[in-house]
């Protein structure tokens, strides 16, 4: 609830984000910078979220070498997850079940199958909702890549276009089950995004497993064939 609080500030919630996107140490003067405000100011703000757990402050390991003058100080976000219900709900703990149901039939048994299955349909299901009436046919590569971005967005992916034919996910959203189930929840993963391409009729994308420490397990590269549009 104080980390609710604190992110009622619309100074606090856009630093906040400066911060997590950055997903780098990010200085009292670049976020001034970013935001348009004082240094003093981002500096007030920096520490409130930072008493508030949500992000983590130190000296820049650049400059703790430095024998004059006082070392800059540097933020990150804590890894801190906020989620809120009233009344509680717990579909992590209902999914936590359903995993470990999977894990012990195996992870090439039907039900894992059938699973994997279930997530490209609900997948295809965005990705049709999400094209325009009237817009049929396929799409390019650039183009696919910007309504995947705007899709993936939403459910917490963190998308970030990393070249005009690629795209990373900076964060996976069902991390607590992914690092419990990797194998199941990846690949789950990969069939959600590739049934989300195939339902915006995205044919010279793909949603390719590249792990990445702390990040999502899938990213998206064009095909090697893929002309850029």
Known sequence: MEALAVLQDPVRRDLYAHVRDAHRPITREQASAALGISRKLAAFHLDKLVDAGLLIGHPEAAARTRKVGRTPKVYETSGTEIQINIPAREHALLADILVDAILREGATGRTAQTVVRNAAKRGQQLGRGQRRPG??????????????????????????RESPTSVGLRNCPFHPLAAKAPELVCELNRAFIDGYLTGIDARTVDAVLEPRPGQCCVQLRARPTAALS
Request: no cysteine; proline share 4%; hydrophobic share 40%.
């Open 135 to 160: 817009r049929a046919g396929r799409l390019g590569t650039e183009r696919a890549l910007a309504l995947a971005e705007d899709a993936l967005r939403d459910l917490g992916f963190q998308p970030s």
